[in-house]
T-cell receptor, first 112, second 120 residues
Framework: QSVLTQPPSASGTPGQRVTISCSGS????????VNWYQQLPGTAPKLLIY???QRPSGVPDRFSGSKSGASASLAISGLQSEDEADYYC?????????????FGGGTKLTVL | QVQLVESGGGVVQPGRSLRLSCAAS????????MHWVRQAPGKGLEWVAL??????????ADSVKGRFTISRDNSKNTLYLQMNSLRAEDTAVYYC??????FGEGVQHWGQGTLVTVSS
């Protein structure tokens, strides 16, 4: 059971826009920034979005992030077959039991 | 460019210990926080531990607290993870990762990972 909640799967057709949600609480997303990661099959994850909506150099502007309250979203526009991957959100968590980074359970994106 | 190369993985019996190493290059190692993140076979990512750029602060996931110790040697550009009292549920690919900044803004760069299998 992950601290951050993501839908297990999402899908879209080429060219379509898809969004992936990430729900947390006041101890994580509600008070800290969110990062998003893309993991292609058989490879290490890659940073896609940091500080809610910032793209590292080299990441296409088809990828965008947003945050509102204790939830965040990743949007992918102009969907391409190469976007088929697992996507994870992450945030720092300051709870009564401890402090540390937490990941969402991941969303498997299928390009139909 | 940033390079992170993990080593030390393998098969170990439950209750035993293992130490992972991560050799870093291509950046000022002593200026960045470092993480260990793991991924069990067919499962999602699980953050394990974070150490600040100078080693002054360390944070652990509840699942490894008291059993795992993260450390670094800035003179050798190397990150470590000492894993004691290993359990079957610790079986995973362990990724060494560099932070966005010096104190823990989140993982920016990832190594390729090393597989740890805990089994009798």
């Amino acid at each position: 059971q992950s601290v951050l909640t993501q839908p297990p799967s999402a899908s879209g057709t080429p060219g379509q826009r898809v969004t992936i949600s990430c729900s947390g609480s006041s101890s994580n997303i509600g008070s800290n920034t969110v990062n998003w990661y893309q993991q292609l099959p058989g490879t290490a994850p890659k940073l896609l979005i940091y500080r809610n909506n910032q793209r590292p150099s080299g990441v296409p502007d088809r990828f965008s992030g947003s945050k509102s309250g204790a939830s965040a979203s990743l949007a992918i526009s102009g969907l391409q077959s190469e976007d088929e991957a697992d996507y994870y959100c992450a945030a720092w968590d300051d709870s009564l039991t401890g402090r540390g980074w937490v990941f969402g359970g991941g969303t498997k994106l299928t390009v139909l | 460019q940033v390079q992170l190369v993990e080593s030390g993985g393998g098969v170990v019996q439950p209750g035993r210990s293992l130490r992972l190493s991560c050799a870093a290059s291509g950046f000022a190692f002593n200026s960045y926080g470092m993480h260990w993140v793991r991924q069990a076979p067919g499962k999602g990512l699980e953050w394990v531990a974070l150490i600040w750029y100078d080693g002054s602060n360390k944070y652990y996931a509840d699942s490894v607290k008291g059993r795992f110790t993260i450390s670094r040697d800035n003179s050798k550009n190397t990150l470590y993870l000492q894993m004691n009292s290993l359990r079957a549920e610790d079986t995973a690919v362990y990724y060494c990762a560099r932070d966005l900044g010096w104190f823990g803004e989140g993982v920016q760069h990832w190594g390729q990972g090393t597989l740890v299998t805990v089994s009798s």
